[in-house]
């Protein structure tokens, strides 16, 4: 019953707040963007909803020269902090002082755009537009639009990628770009990549094809199982390749058991577990974090996806060699090892081949 009335005040609020944030919309041009424009981009959420915002914020700051500001959450805000396009992130507190604080941010900043790279609506960031004093406002043409300024389609979530979803919002600042370059912005420190490499090559005497295992993902729905991961390995042993296994620091005795001997080095520094993964030659992960920061090298990536009660595409990695195996059910739990390895073995040889191929 709370729950419902919650439900229903915040669309109350949403409704009142639209209706004082309402914009003639037909006779506000587009602004001129330039070096000095101050643009703020928000994105709240997790690891993995920064990570595919990225490829827009390098894409502005490379076509306009433009400084960029981010807000970020409490999970995801590390993903834009070594980012050298990105002038300065803001960490959002929730709560009324929070709220306070990033309108406090917006108007001594005096930004001058801001923009929502949510690809669905969020209440607070609906709260937050409409409260901003900020004459340009750019968000996805969704159910809360009069809260912007200006707006671009919102492109079919079922057959279009999330990161051209939210690359449609180029077209608010006129640029014009080529797919092939786009790719996620994460940019880990040269001292945790260096780290990585040593890593691998104190755990390996001889340098071989490297192949990355991820048992980890945000939620316990995608962890595969122990039995399973474990015939998966044995499997793989057979070639002659390297082999790493990744782990969150939640499930390190799962990792364990599975096999402690070729565990990497856990850490809470997600910008370690980065460095780690863009070693491999080729990863295997339920996680769509790791999924997306392998594409950066453009790693090929094979996944395990959870595609439950939804329409929406999966999040593929963006411009790169991809295999996955979907279930609709709720877990990864009853998808058989025979249904994982009938695919995940053609596309190990295949990449394991073509490696040596070019070696020869």
Not at 127 to 135: E, I, Q, S, T, W
Not at 152 to 159: A, G, P, T
């Amino acid at each position: 019953m709370l729950k419902k009335f919650e439900q229903s005040f915040r669309k109350a609020l949403i409704k009142f707040l639209l209706l004082i944030s309402k914009q003639k919309k037909n006779e506000l041009q587009l602004p001129s963007i330039t070096p000095n424009t101050k643009v703020l981009f928000v994105r709240l959420n997790r690891i993995g909803d920064a990570l595919i915002s990225t490829p827009l914020l390098d894409l502005v700051k490379l076509k306009t020269g433009c400084k960029i500001f981010v807000l970020a959450d409490q999970k995801n805000h590390f993903v834009f902090s070594n980012n050298p396009n990105i002038d300065k992130v803001f960490i959002f507190e929730k709560g009324v002082r929070g709220f306070i604080s990033v309108l406090k941010f917006i108007q001594e900043q005096q930004i001058d755009i801001i923009v929502d790279l949510h690809d669905d609506v969020s209440s607070t960031v609906s709260y937050l537009f409409a409260l901003a004093k900020v004459k340009y406002k750019f968000g996805l043409r969704k159910s809360n639009s009069e809260i912007y300024s200006h707006t671009v389609l919102r492109i079919n979530s079922s057959r279009e990628h999330v990161i051209d979803r939210i690359l449609k919002l180029s077209e608010l600042f006129n640029i014009h770009y080529d797919k092939d370059e786009i790719k996620i912005g994460y940019y880990p420190k040269t001292e945790n990549l260096i780290e990585a490499r040593k890593i691998i090559e104190q755990k390996f005497s001889n340098k071989r094809f490297l192949l990355g295992i991820n048992i980890s993902a945000g939620s316990d729905a995608r962890f595969w199982g122990t039995e399973n991961y474990k015939s998966l390995f044995e499997l793989v042993k057979n070639y002659d390749i390297n082999i790493l296994l990744f782990s969150d620091l939640k499930d390190y005795q799962k990792a364990k058991s599975i096999d402690d001997k070729f565990i990497y080095p856990l850490s809470k520094d997600f910008d370690k577990f980065a460095s780690g993964v863009l070693q491999v030659d080729l990863l295997f992960s339920p996680d769509t974090s790791a999924i997306h920061i392998a594409s950066i090298n453009r790693i090929p990536v094979f996944g395990l996806y959870v595609k439950y009660n939804t329409e929406d595409m999966i999040w593929t990695p963006y411009n790169t060699d991809f295999d996955c195996i979907i279930t609709e059910e709720a877990s990864l739990k009853n998808i058989k090892v025979e249904q994982v390895t009938n695919k995940f073995i053609p596309f190990l040889e295949k990449h394991l081949y073509a490696q040596r191929s070019t070696k020869l």
